[in-house]
């Protein structure tokens, strides 16, 4: 059994490492749980190569940055800089954090919390949520896709295999792309599928013109339009593997015929896109309100949106939800009535959100 927190904070960006650091200071026991590889997944993942970290900072706010150790400098760096600068911090301050565990719910044992991963259970007398609001989709097929991998980390491990690639935009090419230049700088000849489920492939024309460049420098590619994973499952080797149905044909009498390629999880890489935290917050019962007409000026009408106190303390008793997972804006609790408020999706709001939630437990802890 996992040891005790006062805090088990979920997500390693700029959130939960803000609120990881105020923990570390103030003397409460934490532990960051972050899905990816290192801390700042979340960035790495969605920032452009080079792409410059601006210190943004809404007008009217009136606090400065709460934490000033994680603030982006004020003369903008490259993402890579900045993750770097981070990744430093992290080791210095010697933060509790542990990657590569993925969140998936919460439960209620007496009065603490149990936090459910991937990895087993963490307990923890409050839990702050700061997941962000980019969640990778799952692959919905019939068994268990987990082992399948929703990014690229090193083209370099696909050499030598047969590699599925599932996906129809411009990340999937991408990814497509490395690992053909990957394979050709070995002359290794087995191929790249990538599939989709839809007949058309969506890709802008810059991404096109690599694609092509590759396939006539010898790129050895095969093309699965309408192809749609089905099952999860593991073989008499104890292999995980995905069955991918890559045709359907129906016949008179009702007995339909299909063919299917099945594949090792660990060689597959599903770029399918990524999704807002809702239903994360479904499964793990917290309250949402959704906009009726002309109550919200952010959110659309119908749209739902999370219910929270003004110490971002979910309707989960203990369960505290912040950063980029409550944007663009929430329901506030206060003084008796609920409005929307606006919550810009910013590292300035992470960070600072992050200070006021371990105010908050501070004075609930009495640390
Ligand atoms: C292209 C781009 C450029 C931007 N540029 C700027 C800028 O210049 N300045 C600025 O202020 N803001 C910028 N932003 C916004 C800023 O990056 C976000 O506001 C900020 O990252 C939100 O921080 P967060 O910690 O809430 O979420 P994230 O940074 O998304 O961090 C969440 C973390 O949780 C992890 N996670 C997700 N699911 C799970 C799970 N199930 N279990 C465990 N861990 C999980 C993720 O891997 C990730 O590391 C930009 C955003 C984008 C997309």
Not at 4 to 9: A, E, N, R, S, Y
Not at 136 to 164: C, F, H, I, N, Q
Not at 295 to 317: H, P, Q, W, Y
Request: aromatic content about 8%; glycine content about 10%.
């Amino acid at each position: 059994m996992n040891s005790l927190h006062d805090v088990l904070i979920v997500g390693g960006g700029p959130a939960g490492l803000a609120t990881a650091y105020l923990c570390h200071k103030h003397g409460l026991s934490y532990l960051v749980l972050e899905s990816g590889k290192g801390v700042f997944q979340g960035i790495a993942n969605t920032y452009p190569e080079g792409k410059h970290v601006y210190a943004s900072k809404p007008k009217d706010a009136p606090e400065p940055f709460m934490v000033d150790e994680l603030r982006p400098p004020d003369k903008p760096v490259t993402v890579e800089s900045y993750i770097q600068y981070v990744q430093h911090f992290v080791q210095h301050e010697n933060l509790n954090v542990r990657t590569e565990v993925a969140f998936e719910d919460i439960r209620e044992e007496r009065d603490l919390l149990s936090v459910v991963t991937d990895k087993g259970v963490f307990r923890g007398r409050k839990v702050v949520l700061a997941f962000g609001s980019s969640i990778p989709r799952e692959l919905s097929v019939y068994g268990d896709a987990r082992m399948v991998a929703k990014s690229m980390e090193d083209a370099t491990m696909y050499v030598g295999v047969r590699t599925l690639v599932i996906g129809g935009g411009n990340t999937a090419a991408d990814v497509v792309i490395a690992i053909l230049k990957a394979k050709r700088e070995v002359n290794d000849t087995q191929p790249v599928y990538w599939a989709h489920k839809s007949g058309k492939f969506d890709v802008n024309k810059e991404t096109a013109q690599r694609l092509g460049e590759e396939i006539l420098l010898g790129g050895n590619i095969r093309l699965l339009p309408g192809a749609i994973p089905r099952i999860g499952e593991v073989d008499e080797q104890g292999v995980d593997r995905l069955v991918i149905r890559i045709n359907e044909f129906k016949h008179a009498d009702g007995i339909d015929t299909y063919n299917s390629m099945s594949f090792p999880m660990k060689n597959v890489i599903a770029c399918i896109g990524s999704q807002g935290p809702m239903p994360i917050f479904d499964k793990v019962g917290i309250q949402m309100i959704a906009c009726a007409a002309g109550v919200c000026k952010i959110a659309k009408e119908g749209d739902r949106l999370v219910l929270l106190t003004s110490e971002f303390e979910s309707t989960r008793k203990g369960v505290y939800i912040i950063g980029g997972a409550i944007s663009p804006s929430y329901m506030k609790i206060s003084a008796g009535s609920i409005a929307e408020e606006r919550h810009p999706n910013l590292i300035y709001t992470a960070i600072n959100d992050a200070y006021h939630v371990v105010e908050a437990i501070r004075g609930k802890l009495g640390k």
